[in-house]
């Protein structure tokens, strides 16, 4: 059975759903500061409380060791929650602009205002974070939000599916989980606004939904994120910061390394410093170690093991279907058109290309679709400028790998085919908030300037003080 088989939902009534959301929100519930921060508090303690129940379901799903759902999903959702709470009101109050002197006396102020109801649709690979963590930007932005875990994850789906209508506000906040089907039937219905994670091929598919309604998306995709390893890198740790990321989640991180360009003269350095990393981390049987994930299903483990075959495994290449195991794997000898250099790896594959120097690693970069993160490599500053500012990117790490991911005060998204929009911080309430340009005028004042008959000297003062 396929793990999207495993999930077994009625159908659901989207447009019912939408409709009862629509009318919560038009009695304005969500739009108070009691109400948004109430809500806070209480997604907040349905994680504290659940903790162990997350890392279990993760466990379940993905094989996910304990480290890795309490550090990835549960406590980074704490601290985005914790964040929300203490910030919301600040998010929410106007932020004034001058007024030019024709308009004066007159107060101009952006004052942020919820979409409406929202829709968010979540991956599997991060299945309970992806989720709530948009849903945090939602409530703290005053919206009403339906919320579709991955099918492909099912313990996650269904443990949120219970969680979330216990602590909070059934009336604004639901769950509705499903595969295809029930995703196709949510987005028929006219959202304000529909944030989805997940892959380019989705992507599309929720774009073109969104366009016949105008709702404006955020789509958070993926694609190839290189590591750039230049020799004035320290090749030790980068190399260790490089398989730390690509071991997370056994590759399947929508940030994770993809592919690493590596300069000639340090490359058999490097290869051995890599090596020694997966050793050092996971031992000499990987299989065995407690702090490695499995591959999410039988499709995803049968592309993987095809994808291998693209190259000469340098370290690693051991596989077991029965229980999804492939180890951390080093390839080389890989051609650029091969469909490990073209696809989204998405596992723990890591070709590594020979490169003469930064100019052709950075040719390499720009002649493909921008991706949702870069990792640059490299001890002299120089260096780090030059990638820095020749390549484009979602986000960048230098000399370390996702942990940009963690920083609450940048924005997560991508660029091009990696995304469009971001959140996290206030980024999420900046997505999921419209900024409400508003003009107040008093009307003790006025000025006959403005009004017809219109003369020359009249046009002469107004263009001096706009
Ligand atoms: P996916 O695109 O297959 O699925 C995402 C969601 O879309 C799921 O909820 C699924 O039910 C739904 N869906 C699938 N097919 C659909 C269809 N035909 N019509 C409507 N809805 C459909 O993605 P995935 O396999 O769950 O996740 C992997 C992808 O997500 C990778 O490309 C990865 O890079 C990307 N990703 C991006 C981020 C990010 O933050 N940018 C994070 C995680 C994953």
Known sequence: ?????????????????????????????????????????RFRDMVKENEDRMAQALKEDLGRPHYEAILAEVHYLLSEAEEAIDAVADWMEPVYTSAP??????????????????LIIAPWNYPIQLALAPLIGAISAGNCAVLKPSEVAPASSKLMAELVPKYLDTQCVRVVEGAVPETTALLEQRWDHIFFTGGERVGKIVMTAAAKHLTPVTLELG??????????????????????????????????????LVEESIK?????????????????????????????????????????????VLAGGQHDKASRFLALTLIDGVSMD??????????????IVTVKDMNEAVDIVTSRQKPLALYAFAGDRKTQDFILSNTSSGGVCINDTVQHFLVPGLPFGGV??????????????????????????????????RYPPYSKGQLKITRFLL
């Open 416 to 449: 091009g085919t990696s995304g469009v929009g971001a959140y996290h911080g206030k980024f999420s309430f900046d997505t999921f908030s419209h900024s409400k340009g508003v003009l107040n005028k008093p009307t003790w004042v006025d000025p006959s300037v």
């Open 338 to 351: 091969a469909p490990l250099m073209q696809e989204e790896i998405f596992g723990p594959l890591l070709p």
């Open 223 to 260: 694609g190839k994120s290189p590591c750039i390893v230049h020799k004035s890198a320290n090749l030790k740790v980068s190399a260790r910061r490089i398989i730390w990321g690509k071991g997370l989640n056994a590759g399947q991180t929508c940030i994770a390394p993809d592919y690493i």
């Open 1 to 41: 059975m396929s793990a999207a088989a495993k999930i077994t939902t009625s159908s659901v009534d989207a447009a019912q759903v939408v409709s009862e959301l629509r009318a919560t929100f038009r009695t304005g519930r969500t739009k108070p500061i009691g109400w948004r921060k109430a809500q806070l508090r």
């Open 101 to 118: 002197l024709a308009l004066q006396p007159g107060t101009a102020y952006i004052k942020p205002e919820p979409l409406g109801v929202v």
């Open 268 to 312: 058999d350095r490097f290869v051995g410093e890599l090596k020694a990393a997966i050793t050092d981390f996971y031992g000499t049987d990987t299989k065995a170690s407690p702090d490695y994930s499995r591959i999410v299903s039988d499709r995803h483990f049968d592309r993987l093991v095809t994808l291998m075959q693209g190259g000469n």
